[in-house]
């Protein structure tokens, strides 16, 4: 799903990527290409169409393009965005964003390597803690609320997500919350993710407030390893250290539940640059190497590892060798960029 903005230039560079990738480790990708975003609007009335929800369900993984459904037509930017909408229909409860920093990137923290696990089904978020409706309602015309939504069930669930992924990196979960001021809320997401943590002795744990934490992302963040956190907190905190790292254009991320994953780029749709062949691949092509690696993660594809590790090895000998966008610092294109990429996989 190309998507709007600048999508339907990175995820056609992405799908290259990938699928040079799978030749390498002797496997091929099957696509399939389905209507989505600004385009699927002009062509079935809806951003987000029926049969596009229909195929995803009998696909296991998904590579999405960003969405600018602010700028769609009135009637449809005020619904649940797209991607609100796949997240909702396939309960993809956990968003894994990772921020390092890469080789011949001007990162602002050359030390980070963080992996946050952010909640991605209710929390602070209004759009999708609700089964009907939205969270957020104006009983009057000069009052607005906003409801949050914290459950055993889903903290638990992205706690054993966070356990899991710590255990195959540093062995360190750090728990983030708010609960000296939501005490029930974020306090109650605190105390099950501390019991979860009794189930993976191996790992160290500790916690922090939010604000805290922001602070500590840019005094110490090599500090960190694995953060989880509910959905907002981990938007906020996952921008920060893709920051960080260097930039939201290699910002990847993943959207999964325990039997699906779609591959989504941490920033938007850029329109301001969209057509002009400058975007960043890099986040989308990040993104569907981790797709690649989570699928290998549950079935134990030797392979299909090996394809996303040649992704990621590509990628950092490309930004190594000063070969970056625009946003970077560099002058290569979107399509100079994806062809040394290409060029590396071809010859590792």
């Given at each position: 799903?190309?998507?709007?903005?600048?999508?339907?230039?990175?995820?056609?560079?992405?799908?290259?990527?990938?699928?040079?990738?799978?030749?390498?480790?002797?496997?091929?990708?099957?696509?399939?290409?389905?209507?989505?975003?600004?385009?699927?609007?002009?062509?079935?009335?809806?951003?987000?169409?029926?049969?596009?929800?229909?195929?995803?369900?009998?696909?296991?993984?998904?590579?999405?393009?960003?969405?600018?459904?602010?700028?769609?037509?009135?009637?449809?930017?005020?619904?649940?965005?797209?991607?609100?909408?796949?997240?909702?229909?396939?309960?993809?409860?956990?968003?894994?964003?990772?921020?390092?920093?890469?080789?011949?990137?001007?990162?602002?923290?050359?030390?980070?390597?963080?992996?946050?696990?952010?909640?991605?089904?209710?929390?602070?978020?209004?759009?999708?803690?609700?089964?009907?409706?939205?969270?957020?309602?104006?009983?009057?015309?000069?009052?607005?609320?906003?409801?949050?939504?914290?459950?055993?069930?889903?903290?638990?669930?992205?706690?054993?997500?966070?356990?899991?992924?710590?255990?195959?990196?540093?062995?360190?979960?750090?728990?983030?919350?708010?609960?000296?001021?939501?005490?029930?809320?974020?306090?109650?997401?605190?105390?099950?993710?501390?019991?979860?943590?009794?189930?993976?002795?191996?790992?160290?744990?500790?916690?922090?407030?939010?604000?805290?934490?922001?602070?500590?992302?840019?005094?110490?963040?090599?500090?960190?390893?694995?953060?989880?956190?509910?959905?907002?907190?981990?938007?906020?905190?996952?921008?920060?250290?893709?920051?960080?790292?260097?930039?939201?254009?290699?910002?990847?991320?993943?959207?999964?539940?325990?039997?699906?994953?779609?591959?989504?780029?941490?920033?938007?749709?850029?329109?301001?640059?969209?057509?002009?062949?400058?975007?960043?691949?890099?986040?989308?092509?990040?993104?569907?190497?981790?797709?690649?690696?989570?699928?290998?993660?549950?079935?134990?594809?030797?392979?299909?590892?090996?394809?996303?590790?040649?992704?990621?090895?590509?990628?950092?000998?490309?930004?190594?060798?000063?070969?970056?966008?625009?946003?970077?610092?560099?002058?290569?294109?979107?399509?100079?960029?994806?062809?040394?990429v290409l060029a590396d996989i071809a010859t590792s």
């Open positions: 799903m190309n998507g709007d903005g600048i999508g339907p230039e990175i995820v056609p560079a992405a799908v290259a990527v990938a699928d040079a990738a799978a030749a390498r480790a002797g496997i091929r990708i099957d696509w399939v290409e389905l209507p989505f975003g600004a385009r699927a609007i002009e062509s079935h009335g809806t951003p987000i169409p029926d049969e596009t929800l229909e195929a995803l369900s009998g696909l296991d993984l998904w590579v999405l393009g960003p969405h600018d459904s602010a700028a769609y037509p009135a009637g449809f930017a005020a619904d649940l965005t797209p991607g609100g909408v796949i997240r909702k229909r396939f309960d993809l409860f956990a968003n894994l964003r990772p921020a390092r920093a890469l080789p011949g990137v001007a990162a602002t923290a050359p030390g980070i390597d963080v992996l946050i696990a952010r909640e991605n089904s209710e929390g602070l978020y209004a759009d999708r803690n609700m089964a009907v409706g939205s969270g957020e309602f104006m009983p009057t015309p000069d009052v607005a609320l906003s409801v949050g939504v914290i459950t055993r069930a889903a903290t638990e669930r992205i706690a054993a997500e966070a356990f899991r992924a710590a255990r195959g990196r540093s062995g360190h979960v750090t728990i983030v919350h708010k609960a000296n001021v939501l005490r029930l809320t974020t306090g109650l997401f605190r105390d099950v993710c501390r019991e979860v943590a009794v189930r993976y002795p191996d790992v160290r744990v500790d916690d922090f407030h939010v604000d805290a934490m922001a602070a500590m992302l840019v005094r110490r963040p090599e500090q960190f390893d694995v953060v989880v956190t509910e959905n907002l907190f981990g938007d906020i905190l996952s921008d920060l250290a893709g920051e960080l790292a260097g930039s939201l254009g290699i910002a990847a991320s993943v959207n999964c539940s325990s039997s699906r994953a779609m591959a989504q780029a941490a920033h938007g749709a850029a329109p301001d640059i969209a057509g002009q062949g400058i975007a960043n691949p890099v986040a989308i092509i990040g993104s569907t190497a981790m797709l690649l690696r989570w699928y290998a993660d549950r079935t134990g594809r030797a392979d299909v590892r090996a394809a996303a590790d040649r992704i990621d090895t590509a990628v950092a000998t490309t930004l190594a060798a000063g070969v970056c966008t625009r946003d970077l610092g560099g002058v290569a294109t979107t399509a100079g960029f994806t062809e040394r």
